[in-house]
């Protein structure tokens, strides 16, 4: 490691002070340091695990940020759930001991699990993507994203289960893709009927085509995706996807029952769907 | 064919037609190619009285396989993933520990007793596994999942291993294992180290061993 600073012997931890820490930068696999110098960030509340020097942390909802919202926040269903830095200073991210990184984009596109998203700089702009659950960033500049184990970034075409899928950049056409071919002919027949075999869970996936890249993770269980995928009151009307699904929550199809969580992002059973 | 591990918590397999695998249900991330997954109605190979016995056995686990031509990536809940590549010899697993693994592997349950008797079942029971565990044998690749990271410690016929119970993920070779106790008057009266039971394998082979006393 690298990292310079004052260590404490052989094995021991490195110990950390405001100017070892480093800047805009890792500061081991799960937690991320963000330098501020009188900038500012927008910061997913409760992410934030420590801080050095003058920090304050705003809510989006506060007058005086008017004008960096117009550029930077379009997602008023989040806005709850988004504090601004600003001052000077270091302050650390953390995120359910998953492993954090930054990513910089370059006039580009990102579209990430909003559980999954941190921090990004004002030179972003954040937007609800249209896919439900998730939040997509446009412009140049850096964002901070968690994800359970180190990312796995794939090329489409590709079909990934729902639950593994942290984020893509530039594919055009994310799509539904269902696959129940067992559940057809005689013997599928009668598993439907009688649920005797149960499902194998992988019967809807995300299918990503064209140019672009896919993130993966490993899947994730262990804590409940916070409600802040949905599209709230007032939205709820014809052809906006999500719409009526807000406070979903405790929701389960026949995959619950499997122990698989309902995601936002996920349709309606699929047997309902397909009319079986 | 064996699983290639993309980081410590996925693992890629390539999938050939005509070759089956199996795979626990909803462990898989991603796929490419058509490739299709199939809930397995008797829970692995067998047929009924394969699953019968692992119903008796307590070893059923929901399982799929996996056919057709494509890359499959694997993994489940952020657990950490071993993969055990077997040449001949038998594995010695907990069913729901089983990522996924070749379908050319044997799959059988095994009776805690038949190895180490009546201390044997202690073992199961103190361990958590019960009274059966899972074995695979053959040639084949196996994914095995852990709560934290997995180290594999070699057995040596003159160097017995001794393992906490509860960090112990698999083991294969020809080893025999039993329950040795440290049981003093310090446990009876609520004042234990905490480590009263311990694992101790002998013979040819490894053991798999988890950085954590959490079960998954």
């Known amino acids: 490691m690298n990292f310079g600073p004052v260590t404490g012997g052989p094995g021991a931890p490195t110990v950390f002070d405001p100017h070892s820490l480093p800047s805009d930068d890792n500061v081991n696999a799960y937690t991320f340091c963000v330098e501020l110098k009188g900038s500012q960030w927008f910061l997913q509340k409760g992410k934030m695990i420590a801080y050095y020097g003058r920090i304050d942390f705003n809510g989006v909802g506060n007058g005086r940020f008017d004008r960096l919202l117009r550029t930077s926040f379009h997602s008023p269903m989040h806005a709850a759930d988004w504090v601004v830095a600003e001052g000077q200073g270091k302050m650390l991210l953390a995120d359910r001991a998953f492993d954090v990184n930054s990513y910089d984009l370059d006039d580009g596109n990102l579209t990430i699990r909003s559980g999954n998203l941190l921090a990004y700089q004002p030179s972003l702009a954040l937007k609800q993507s249209i896919v439900p659950g998730f939040l997509t960033l446009i412009g140049t500049g850096k964002f901070v994203a968690a994800s359970n184990g180190p990312v796995v970034f794939m090329e489409p075409p590709l079909r990934v289960d729902p639950q593994a899928l942290v984020g893509w950049a530039d594919c055009p056409s994310p799509c539904h893709h269902y696959d129940h071919g067992y559940m057809s002919g005689v013997i599928g027949g009668l598993r439907s009927l009688t649920g005797i075999?149960?499902?194998?869970?992988?019967?809807?996936?995300?299918?990503?085509?064209?140019?672009?890249?896919?993130?993966?993770?490993?899947?994730?269980?262990?804590?409940?995706?916070?409600?802040?995928?949905?599209?709230?009151?007032?939205?709820?009307?014809?052809?906006?996807?999500?719409?009526?699904?807000?406070?979903?929550?405790?929701?389960?199809?026949?995959?619950?029952?499997?122990?698989?969580?309902?995601?936002?992002?996920?349709?309606?059973?699929?047997?309902?769907?397909?009319?079986? | 064919m064996p699983f290639r591990e993309l980081n410590s918590k996925m693992v890629e397999a390539q999938v050939i037609p005509g070759q089956k695998m199996f795979s626990q249900r909803g462990a898989m991330l991603a796929y490419r190619g058509e490739v299709s997954f199939t809930p397995s109605l008797t829970g692995g190979q067998g047929g009924v009285m394969g699953m019968i016995g692992r119903r008796v056995a307590n070893e059923q686990t929901?399982?799929?396989?996996?056919?057709?031509?494509?890359?499959?990536?694997?993994?489940?809940?952020?657990?950490?993933?071993?993969?055990?590549?077997?040449?001949?010899?038998?594995?010695?697993?907990?069913?729901?520990?089983l990522l996924a693994f070749d379908g050319t592997l044997q799959q059988g349950t095994m009776f805690m007793g038949s190895q180490g008797g009546v201390m044997g079942m202690v073992r199961g029971q103190v361990t958590g596994q019960g009274l059966f565990t899972t074995t695979l044998k053959g040639h084949g690749s196996v994914a095995v999942m852990a709560h934290g990271g997995v180290i594999e410690l070699p057995i040596t016929p003159n160097r017995p291993i001794h393992v906490d119970p509860q960090a112990y993920v698999a083991h294969h070779g020809d080893v025999r294992n039993k329950l040795s106790t440290a049981l003093g008057w310090r446990d009876m009266v609520g004042r234990g180290s905490g480590e009263a039971f311990q694992l101790e394998l002998s013979g040819q082979g490894a053991v798999y061993v988890q950085a954590s006393e959490e079960k998954l």
């Open chain 1, 197 to 276: 075999g149960g499902s194998s869970g992988e019967e809807h996936q995300f299918e990503f085509v064209g140019a672009g890249t896919v993130l993966l993770q490993s899947s994730e269980m262990l804590m409940a995706e916070q409600a802040i995928g949905t599209v709230g009151a007032g939205a709820e009307a014809a052809g906006v996807p999500g719409a009526g699904y807000g406070g979903g929550h405790g929701q389960q199809g026949p995959l619950g029952q499997l122990g698989v969580p309902r995601m936002p992002g996920q349709l309606g059973d699929i047997q309902r769907r397909l009319g079986l």
């Open chain 2, 62 to 97: 929901p399982l799929m396989s996996v056919e057709g031509s494509g890359t499959v990536m694997f993994g489940h809940g952020g657990h950490h993933i071993q993969v055990i590549n077997l040449t001949g010899e038998t594995l010695y697993v907990e069913a729901d520990r």
